[in-house]
């Protein structure tokens, strides 16, 4: 079992900027690849941004150029650091991390709220 823990939400300005940090519970944080969810009121959860294991990224079209995902195997960590916000990037964001190898091992951290607004 791993535990994924987020931090960094909060209100912000349209324009700003916010990093969102996400610990992980496990020695093997290398073998997972990471991924950051969100979800808004009212919608399903999608995509935001994701890391493979080996560094390999992929975003969602709408945050190419504003969003920047990485990772550090060191301190069992991902990050999503988020800049220009929008009032439509206003949601719960969730951190993801599944195993490279067995897809079962999938697990979710609690969420945090980003706020984008005036």
């Known amino acids: 079992q791993v535990q994924l823990v987020e931090s960094g939400g909060g209100l912000v300005q349209p324009g700003g900027s916010l990093r969102l940090s996400c610990a992980a519970s496990t020695i093997f944080f290398s073998t997972y690849d990471m991924a950051w969810y969100r979800q808004a009121p009212g919608k399903q959860r999608e995509l935001v941004a994701a890391i493979t294991r080996g560094a390999i990224t992929n975003y969602k079209d709408s945050v190419k150029g504003r969003f920047t995902i990485s990772r550090d195997n060191a301190k069992n960590t991902v990050y999503l650091q988020m800049n220009s916000l929008k009032p439509e990037d206003t949601a719960v964001y969730y951190c993801?991390?599944?195993?490279?190898?067995?897809?079962?091992?999938?697990?979710w951290g609690q969420g945090t709220q980003v706020t984008v607004s005036t």
């Open positions: 993801n991390a599944r195993h490279y190898a067995d897809t079962r091992r999938d697990y």
